[in-house]
């Protein structure tokens, strides 16, 4: 993943992140953000442990916004139902 910028958490922050979603929508990059800034203030503020936000700060704590850009997979998932008579059935020699 490549590292794009750091921005505030703050009206311009967020509305940086929003134009920058809508402009990369139909390309093969998307946007992920993360959340920067203090742990400890933030865990304190939800009455938690101190370790609770070790891993990841939500968005509504951070301080920053890191803003990552991550390539798309290239391919889809497509679903593949099948019916009774389209299964193959195998003759044994008990049948």
């Given at each position: 993943m490549n590292h794009l910028v750091t921005v505030p958490n703050n009206v311009e922050g967020q509305q940086f992140v929003a134009s920058l979603r809508k402009f990369l929508k139909?390309?093969?990059?998307?946007?992920?953000?993360?959340g920067?800034?203090?742990r400890l203030k933030a865990a304190i503020a939800d009455g938690a442990s101190h370790a609770r936000y070790r891993q990841d700060l939500p968005i509504r704590h951070a301080e920053r916004l890191a803003v990552y850009l991550r390539p798309r997979p290239t391919y889809r998932y497509k679903t593949v139902t099948k019916t009774v008579s389209e299964w193959v059935r195998v003759p044994t020699k008990w049948a």
């Open positions: 139909n390309t093969r990059n998307g946007v992920m953000v993360r920067r800034g203090n």
